[in-house]
């Protein structure tokens, strides 16, 4: 790090001088604008033009040859993330039909993301979402609502033996994968960019940890889908109503445990935070419970209740993580 002192020209004007190398790097002359962005913490960041003025970013993908569809999928997935504006995928002759079947499924999820250009040789997609038009805190409360709806619809299916509901849970993880992608993607986009950051208006540290917040729901998510594939099995099995019951209760309590840990985040409630951490042990109490009574059963029955009250345990565990974030946030 340089020190440069600060100098006063005409009585109230402060004047410091630029690195010439870095001027230099950036073809900097003389009139030519930069941008100022004061930081909550005291810094001041200055940028050039190409900064503002150009936020745009490419990213292209050569799938000619033998292309693995899953590990494209992937590829393009994490593109999307990273913040890419363009994604383009190019083939030297006619694109495989696998190719433009990863790429349907990609706009069909990831939000803001269309087909800009398409040909036989190449696809262009393009993000026509501002990412500063949209709010973490709106994302965020989306998830909730979705993840507690997904866990209380898998117990009540396992409840009633409905086993179309339970497919519609599986099938609505989609929706939460949408939302986790958006907010890690609006986060990545205001690590790299200080303007896109300002945009948002919010420091960097609160949206580091709504994208903690989005990747802890997302994990939520998963131990709903784990719960109702499990329960369509034992639906199957004929699993007996005691078991039944104490599922219904420990998966009631996670349902609490998460509900007050989200509130806890939004209404940065220090008391419900430190009360949804104590409360965790009565949960972990009702799984040993749950698997107590596992042992009970065969072993195909067995697995399965005992994987439900593995997920419904850690979905206390996670809203014990996110109560914990709020208290670590709010010791500054």
Excluded at 214 to 237: F, W, Y
Excluded at 240 to 261: H, K, W
Aim: with cysteine; aromatic share 4%.
């Amino acid at each position: 790090m340089e020190i440069r002192k600060v100098q006063v020209t005409g009585g109230s004007s402060f004047v410091i001088t630029l690195p010439k190398e870095w001027a230099k790097s950036i073809d900097l002359k003389k009139n030519d604008p930069l941008g100022l962005i004061p930081r909550p913490d005291g810094s001041l960041i200055i940028t050039p033009p190409s900064r503002w003025e150009n936020t745009s970013s490419n990213k292209v993908f050569d799938v000619t040859g033998e292309e693995d569809p899953v590990f494209l999928y992937r590829k393009m997935v994490g593109a999307y993330i990273a913040g890419f504006s363009f994604i383009e995928v190019r083939s030297k002759g006619r694109m495989p039909s696998s190719v433009r079947e990863v790429v349907s499924t990609l706009t069909q999820i990831a939000i803001g993301l269309e087909i800009l250009e398409e040909s036989d040789e190449h696809i262009i997609l393009k993000d026509l979402i501002d990412p500063t038009e949209m709010k973490f805190n709106k994302s965020v409360d989306r998830m909730r609502v979705l993840v507690r709806n997904m866990l209380s619809d898998s117990l009540q299916a396992l409840e009633e033996g409905d086993r179309e509901l339970l497919q519609d849970v599986i099938d609505r993880d989609r929706d939460i994968d949408r939302l986790e992608w958006l907010i890690s993607r609006q986060s990545n986009m205001a690590q790299r960019d200080s303007i896109v950051s300002r945009k948002i208006g919010m420091p960097q540290m609160e949206i580091t940890a709504n994208f903690t917040v989005g990747r802890i729901l997302e994990r939520v998510g998963d131990h709903a889908v784990h719960i109702a594939k499990n329960s369509t099995q034992l639906i199957e099995m004929g699993v007996t109503s005691d078991v039944v019951a104490e599922i219904r209760r420990g998966g009631n309590m996670a349902i609490g445990l998460l509900s007050s840990a989200v509130d806890s985040w939004f209404n940065r409630d220090l008391e419900l935070a430190n009360e949804t951490i104590n409360k965790v042990r009565e949960l972990v109490t009702i799984c040993r419970e749950i698997n107590r009574m596992a042992q009970q059963h065969d072993v195909e029955e067995s697995i399965s209740i005992s994987l439900i009250a593995g997920s419904i345990r850690r979905t206390g565990e996670y809203s014990t993580d996110l109560a914990e974030l709020v208290i670590n946030t709010m010791m500054d």
